[in-house]
Nanobody, 127 residues
């Protein structure tokens, strides 16, 4: 049974940091690219970033580039999203997702290319 379980969300003041984790099970984690998406109230789900299966390459949305960092530990079947310099516009439910195919950044930006999804974790940034 495939599971992706996010954790680490919460309430943080603007300018602060949070680290999200996503623990995976039920599939060969090291063979999948892992993405992070977010969805704010009343808005469509949007791409945050992706890390390739081996961890050598990362892609980020322009809105988070330079502030967010994705990493993974294939020995622990876990992917991380380090979020720094948070602002209220980052408030959203954050989801991790697994993608079993290779592609370029435009491919990984599309949520419909991902095979598995977590249930999400709420991040709220106060002003």
């Amino acid at each position: 049974q495939v599971q992706l379980v996010e954790s680490g969300g919460g309430l943080v003041q603007g300018g602060g940091s949070l680290r999200l984790s996503c623990a995976a099970s039920g599939f060969t984690f090291s063979s999948y690219a892992m993405g992070w998406f977010r969805q704010a109230p009343g808005r469509e789900r949007e791409f945050v970033g992706t890390i390739t299966p081996g961890g050598a390459v990362t892609y980020y949305a322009d809105a988070v580039k330079g502030r967010f960092t994705i990493s993974r530990d294939n020995a622990k079947n876990t992917v991380y999203l380090q979020m720094n310099s948070l602002n209220p516009e980052d408030t959203a439910v954050y989801y991790c997702a697994a993608n079993g195919r290779y592609g370029d950044v435009t491919y990984y930006q599309r949520s419909n290319t991902y095979d598995y999804w977590g249930q999400g974790t709420q991040v709220t940034v106060s002003s």
